[in-house]
């Protein structure tokens, strides 16, 4: 009897370690389905005939019996450029009925979000503004357009420097949410059941080589940014060679004058290998003219190591806050060890450790 209660007990113990390990290491989530794009044998014509557009992988939204509109979509991918074609039926087509698509790459990293296009029967349409997507990605796109009755068909050409941030690395899984009438093939901004992805050799094709640590890549006017964890560009590669103010453009449109600042900021930094690093100062001063502070506000302070087209940012700080101040000094000495100092007090200090910038300590006053 003894060994009976025992053995439950034991069993009872066994039970609870593993409900209890199981807690604080729950199963992996299952891989998302996903269908890969197929690759087309020839660009269709952009004349809203799909004829040429192979029905190879076809996106339709879910069944409803409510709904009075609908549609089927093709996709399918050729070098750097995403086709979507779209035939639409409901009641009655009307100049202000919308063919809405948006592409979302969930695994480009943390700050990543979507672009959002629209379409009519007329063509093109500006996406709204909340979507942030901007001019450069949306006049990239080209589309032609058919209607006749209550039917609209629509071909568009999504080229890469469209695409919103897309991973760097990781599989290129997106969602492509097609939107008419209110009736979509997506519910909470992903596509219902299976997801897509575009194989490898399309991100190939871009012939782009980030740096270790990048996330996410997206294109901009003049050249390409890649993301890592922050919201500030890790990496840059320019249609051009780098000029400070090439790069200012690139990395921090809106970017912010030292001297307007306040801040004792050099333009340029010199390593001892003899490199020279580039300075860009981004987002806003926390300082206003009558002397008192905000604390919701930050100057940032960036350093670019430059090669050709491309740049590597190797430091992010702040320039200014209300806990520490206004940067007055940003020294660099022979040996690569930067300090910046604030008004405030502190001193803060680096190391150069072969490609970036290490903290050496917590600061001192």
């Given at each position: 009897?003894?060994?009976?209660?025992?053995?439950?007990?034991?069993?009872?113990?066994?039970?609870?370690?593993?409900?209890?390990?199981?807690?604080?290491?729950?199963?992996?989530?299952?891989?998302?389905?996903?269908?890969?794009?197929?690759?087309?044998?020839?660009?269709?014509?952009?004349?809203?005939?799909?004829?040429?557009?192979?029905?190879?992988?076809?996106?339709?939204?879910?069944?409803?019996?409510?709904?009075?509109?609908?549609?089927?979509?093709?996709?399918?991918?050729?070098?750097?450029?995403?086709?979507?074609?779209?035939?639409?039926?409901?009641?009655?087509?009307?100049?202000?009925?919308?063919?809405?698509?948006?592409?979302?790459?969930?695994?480009?990293?943390?700050?990543?979000?979507?672009?959002?296009?629209?379409?009519?029967?007329?063509?093109?349409?500006?996406?709204?503004?909340?979507?942030?997507?901007?001019?450069?990605?949306?006049?990239?796109?080209?589309?032609?357009?058919?209607?006749?009755?209550?039917?609209?068909?629509?071909?568009?050409?999504?080229?890469?420097?469209?695409?919103?941030?897309?991973?760097?690395?990781?599989?290129?899984?997106?969602?492509?949410?097609?939107?008419?009438?209110?009736?979509?093939?997506?519910?909470?901004?992903?596509?219902?059941?299976?997801?897509?992805?575009?194989?490898?050799?399309?991100?190939?094709?871009?012939?782009?080589?980030?740096?270790?640590?990048?996330?996410?890549?997206?294109?901009?006017?003049?050249?390409?940014?890649?993301?890592?964890?922050?919201?500030?560009?890790?990496?840059?590669?320019a249609n051009e060679p780098l000029t400070h103010d090439l790069l200012k453009g690139l990395v921090a449109p809106?970017?912010?004058?030292?001297?307007?600042?306040?801040?004792?900021?050099?333009?340029?930094?010199?390593?001892?290998?003899?490199?020279?690093?580039l300075v860009v100062l981004s987002g806003e001063t926390p300082y206003t003219n009558q002397g008192t502070c905000?604390?919701?506000?930050?100057?940032?302070?960036?350093?670019?190591?430059?090669?050709?087209?491309?740049?590597?940012?190797?430091?992010?700080?702040?320039?200014?806050?209300?806990?520490?101040?206004?940067?007055?000094?940003?020294?660099?000495?022979?040996?690569?060890?930067?300090?910046?100092?604030?008004?405030?007090?502190?001193?803060?200090?680096?190391?150069?450790?072969?490609?970036?910038?290490?903290?050496?300590?917590?600061?001192?006053?």
């Amino acid at each position: 009897m003894r060994s009976l209660v025992v053995s439950a007990a034991l069993a009872a113990l066994i039970s609870g370690a593993a409900s209890a390990q199981e807690q604080e290491n729950p199963p992996a989530a299952k891989p998302r389905p996903v269908k890969v794009i197929p690759s087309l044998a020839r660009a269709p014509k952009l004349d809203g005939n799909l004829k040429d557009f192979p029905a190879t992988l076809t996106i339709k939204p879910p069944a409803s019996m409510d709904a009075s509109a609908s549609f089927t979509a093709r996709v399918g991918w050729r070098k750097d450029i995403l086709y979507v074609g779209v035939e639409t039926t409901g009641d009655q087509l009307q100049a202000g009925d919308l063919v809405t698509l948006s592409l979302f790459f969930p695994d480009a990293g943390p700050t990543a979000t979507g672009n959002v296009f629209r379409f009519a029967f007329d063509g093109k349409r500006a996406s709204p503004p909340e979507s942030g997507t901007s001019e450069f990605a949306q006049k990239q796109l080209e589309a032609g357009v058919q209607h006749k009755d209550n039917t609209l068909a629509l071909e568009v050409a999504i080229p890469a420097r469209a695409f919103p941030r897309f991973p760097a690395e990781e599989p290129l899984v997106l969602d492509l949410c097609v939107t008419y009438d209110n009736v979509s093939n997506c519910k909470g901004g992903g596509m219902v059941g299976e997801a897509l992805r575009l194989p490898d050799e399309f991100r190939k094709g871009l012939k782009l080589k980030p740096t270790a640590g990048v996330m996410g890549l997206e294109a901009q006017p003049d050249g390409w940014l890649g993301y890592g964890v922050l919201h500030y560009p890790d990496w840059v590669e320019a249609n051009e060679p780098l000029t400070h103010d090439l790069l200012k453009g690139l990395v921090a449109p809106k970017a912010v004058e030292a001297e307007a600042a306040g801040v004792n900021v050099p333009e340029t930094l010199s390593l001892p290998n003899g490199k020279t690093l580039l300075v860009v100062l981004s987002g806003e001063t926390p300082y206003t003219n009558q002397g008192t502070c905000d604390a919701d506000k930050e100057l940032r302070l960036g350093l670019y190591l430059v090669k050709g087209k491309t740049a590597q940012r190797v430091l992010e700080w702040p320039a200014a806050t209300c806990a520490l101040g206004r940067a007055t000094s940003v020294v660099l000495d022979e040996e690569g060890a930067l300090s910046i100092g604030y008004s405030n007090g502190p001193t803060i200090n680096f190391a150069w450790s072969g490609d970036h910038f290490e903290r050496t300590e917590l600061g001192k006053r």
